[in-house]
Structures are given as structure tokens and as C-alpha cells.
């Protein structure tokens, strides 16, 4: 295995098993990386200027939430293949997408974060924003790793992927799939599953286009096309 990518996987499992509180997120957690003893902070580490974030476990299981329906609608839309995404990843690919947007979305917000529930759309869309950023580097490592393919196409950033097929199910007219996966969802904590799909809807491509805005290294402007 290439060193960067091992690096980069002692990295994530590192984030995810410190971050994700106990909740369902943590049951998911358990499951995929196994138990591990909370990393206790190192000497130095930053705390001036940088806010609590003690909304984060709510933020943890919100993202799980939402990167879930996205996989979902991407394989219920037959794209599956294009996406270079397999059914029993999905569960994986929200833990860790969702770990990666956690420390990056805290790292951004100079004020307390409030819980997703009291969050306004504009911060909601701030955090989704960073699961767009991470999901398609997340996605070719866990193919690098499962399916063995060459490092070349693991950093092969403009390979039409997760994004561009995200963009097809949540784009005007196209959005059936992702209201299916709504309802067919478990409806946790007594959410309605119509209006959460709607506020989906409406705020993912935003954030599709402001993380190709903001990290074009990340999410190639190829994915809007």
C-alpha cells in the first residue's frame, strides 16, 4: 500500500474514533472500525480563538443522516457504476465522509455551533458543503484499498464520481429518487421525512456548487456538467 494512503487511513480512523459521541452514528462507528481508547490530546494542541463544539454529536448523526439518502438515491438512480459505488460501502462512506466534514467544519466556525435542529440554512449548507468536499477523495480511498485499484486513478481527481452523480439526483426535475430514499428511511427521533427531504433537496446543490467553488483540487468542476 502506498505510504500517503496509509497515512491518510491512520488519519481518518484516528478522527472518526475520537469525534462521533455515543449515538446510532457511534453504533455504525463501532461496527466498521472496532473499539479503540479516545487519543488523548497532544501537548500544545490549539484551544485559543477555536470554540467548544459541543453540538457535534448532533452534527455527527445529522451528516450521517444526509450522506446516507444521497448514496441511497445514487444507487436507487441506476448510477451506481458511473459513481464507482457498491451498495454495502454506503454505511462506511457516511462514517468516514462525515468524521473528515466534522473536523473541517469546526476548524472554520469562529462561534459556538448550535445544534442542526436550531441551525440556520446557511450554516446547515456550510456543513454540507465539507461532506461534498470529502466524499469524493473518501470514496476512490476505499476503492485504493477494497477493489485494489492503482494509485494513478486513486488521485485521478477529474474521474466523473460520487458528485456528478449526486448532482443528476438533486437537480431540478431529477429529485424523485432522493424523496424515495426519504421515506423508505426509518423515520428516527420523529422526523418527517417530506420536509426533511425538501430542505435536502433545496440545499445540496448549493453546497454541490460552492465546494466546487471552494475546493476545485477536492471536487472537479467536471461533476455540474
Known sequence: MHPAFERFLRAVRADVESRLTPDEVEERLHRLVGPAPGAPAPDGARTTGIP?????????AYGYHVIHLWLLAIAAADRPKRAHLRRDAIDELAVETVARALSSFRDQELLPVPKPQKADPALKTAFLTECVRHLPYVNRSRRLITEKVSFEEFEDTHDID????LWDCVTTGRAQELRRAARDMDEEAGVDAETDAEEIITLTPIAIRSAVQRYPEAVSPGSLT
Do not use: Q, Y
Open 52 to 60: 467548544r463544539f459541543d453540538s457535534r454529536a448532533g452534527w455527527a
Open 162 to 165: 460520487l458528485v456528478g452523480a
